[in-house]
């Protein structure tokens, strides 16, 4: 049975994320709401050249977002 995550919440630099789980092309993409009026954010694993997985914005521009958060969405999963 494949593991299929559900919506859930992160708290990231004294905020709740709400984080919507959706399965674009068989990728799991992550929609990220802040409680602060920015716009939605979507992020999802990529592969880049040299093999490592990264977490990439789409669409691209806004890395400094996506990449605390992804690792905080790989924090969420490891203790699940």
């Given amino acids: 049975m494949l593991f299929i ?3 859930f919440e992160l708290d990231f630099e004294g905020m709740i994320l ?6 674009i092309s ?5 929609e ?3 409680p602060d009026g920015r716009k939605n ?11 490592r997985k990264v977490w990439m914005s789409i669409p691209e ?7 605390p958060i992804g ?3 790989v924090e969420y999963f490891k203790k699940q």
């Fill in 26 to 30: 068989n990728r799991k993409v992550f």
């Fill in 71 to 73: 690792a905080k969405i």
């Fill in 5 to 7: 995550p559900d919506d």
């Fill in 41 to 51: 954010l979507m992020i999802s694993r990529s592969k880049v050249i040299d093999g």
């Fill in 61 to 67: 521009g806004r890395q400094p977002e996506a990449l």
């Fill in 18 to 23: 709400q984080i919507k789980v959706h399965t």
């Fill in 32 to 34: 990220i709401k802040f």
